[in-house]
């Protein structure tokens, strides 16, 4: 018996589930190395013996254990089937309304974050729009106050506070009106404002309604009226303005 | 090619009830006179049955068909399970009975139309152990039906270790053979 023949009778004896000890040890170290013809006695020599103990007489078995089986089967299968179904709408619902909740709580905060942000931005625009026209119209009116001062016929008249270090200047042109510029005027209290009065008519004839900004500064744009003004006067009246003067006068030229 | 077999275990895999009642259906009366004839106790074959096809609804997926047929594979789990219980009751010191073959009950006839060709291939692998030299039959018998190594057998029959090996190897042979050429 050469050594291979040692372990194919091993073989033989492993396929019916009789080797043990140092045989088994030893036959299972050989399998493990790989070899198909060991392989091939084993799995064929299951197989014959297979086939023998099916060549008995078939047998029915007791009929009980068919229901065993199957009320076993039942019991392992359908509690756990009905729940994980029911787990799994549980965690489908559970998971629909975290992400829905989550989408609406995203898109919510993105999208108030977004309005916020763009309303501040409109509001920032409208601001910056509203800066940019004041500007704008006090850069026009400067320069179509400097433009009145090329004007031969344009006298620069200042208005002098009988109390105060306060200021103002009205270049004057009597065909095309003029400008008032004011300085170091405190601003109207509340419900008052201040009226610039044209003079050396029969009356003052009221120039315009102005108010002072937190510096203390005006600029305006003053109509002419048709008679060539000798002097201005400014009085402190109601808001909407009056049309002859009522209130002190807070600036004159001399 | 996929046989009705194997085809029935894919579908256990799947979870089939009603493939696994089909497969029980098919082979527990092939398997069940295997455990009865180790076990010896209707009772305790049932038992076993019972596991060895709870094990095969479970392990349907261990199912490899590139190592054998479905009915190998359920002959090999019910010879397992069966000489189980019978090493279990022997450790806890009941006399071991040897196999001796006995009337089993009768199945009824089987349905299909194989039922004439398998009784013929039945006939022939039977008749086959039966034709092998009583001293290899015996020994294949206490290893395969009594679960006895093939030192528990050299003690029994008072025979060498290399004897016992041997008749084993050559009964197997034969059993191949007969096999090979009823296939």
């Given at each position: 018996m050469n050594d291979h023949e040692t372990y194919e009778t091993l073989a033989a004896v492993y396929a019916v589930g009789a080797l043990d000890g140092d045989d088994l040890a030893r036959f299972e170290a050989h399998l493990a190395e790989g070899c198909d013809r060991c392989e091939a006695i084993v799995r064929e020599s299951r197989e014959a013996l297979a086939r023998m103990a099916l060549a008995a007489t078939p047998s029915v078995p007791p009929p009980d254990v068919r229901a065993a089986l199957q009320a076993r089967i039942d019991a392992a299968i359908r509690p756990s089937a009905r729940a994980s179904r029911r787990g799994w709408l549980t965690w489908a619902a559970a998971t629909a309304a975290v992400v829905a909740l989550a989408v609406m709580l995203a898109s919510g905060i993105v999208a108030s974050r977004y309005e916020a942000q763009l309303g501040q931005i409109a509001r920032d625009t409208a601001k910056e729009r509203e800066q940019l026209q004041r500007a704008e119209a006090t850069l026009r009116t400067q320069l179509a106050a400097l433009e009145l001062l090329r004007d031969p016929e344009t006298r620069v008249i200042e208005l002098r506070s009988p109390s105060s270090n306060a200021l103002a200047r009205v270049i004057w042109n009597d065909k095309a009106g003029g400008h008032l510029l004011v300085a170091n005027l405190p601003a109207a209290p509340e419900g008052k404002a201040y009226e610039l009065w044209a003079l050396g008519g029969p009356a003052p004839r009221p120039a315009g309604l102005f108010q002072v900004g937190s510096d203390g500064r005006a600029a305006q744009k003053v109509e002419a009226g048709g008679e060539p003004a000798k002097g201005f006067a400014v009085t402190l009246e109601?808001?909407?303005?009056?049309?002859v003067p009522t209130g002190p006068i807070v600036l004159a030229s001399k | 090619m996929t046989t009705a077999g194997e085809d029935l275990i894919r579908r256990m895999v799947a979870g089939d009830r009603d493939a696994f009642s089909r497969f029980y259906d098919r082979y527990s009366p092939l398997v069940f006179p295997l455990i009865l004839k180790i076990v010896r106790d209707r009772a305790d074959a049932a038992d076993v049955l019972q596991d060895v096809f709870w094990e095969s609804w479970q392990g349907?997926?261990?199912?490899?068909a590139q190592r054998g047929t479905p009915e190998a594979w359920m002959i090999m789990r019910a010879r397992t399970r069966a000489i189980d219980r019978i090493r279990a009751v022997r450790r806890r010191g009941e006399t071991f009975v040897p196999p001796v073959d006995e009337g089993l009950a009768p199945a009824p006839p089987e349905p299909g139309g194989d039922a004439a060709e398998r009784a013929e291939d039945r006939g022939v692998i039977r008749t086959a152990l039966e034709t092998l030299p009583h001293a290899q039959r015996q020994v294949i018998e206490l290893a395969y039906?009594?679960?006895?190594?093939q030192t528990e057998i050299a003690e029994r029959l008072q025979q060498p270790l290399g004897t016992v090996k041997t008749r084993i190897r050559l009964g197997l042979e034969r059993l191949r053979e007969v096999v090979r050429r009823a296939t």
């Open positions: 109601p808001a909407q303005g009056v049309p | 349907a997926a261990g199912y490899d039906y009594a679960g006895l190594t």
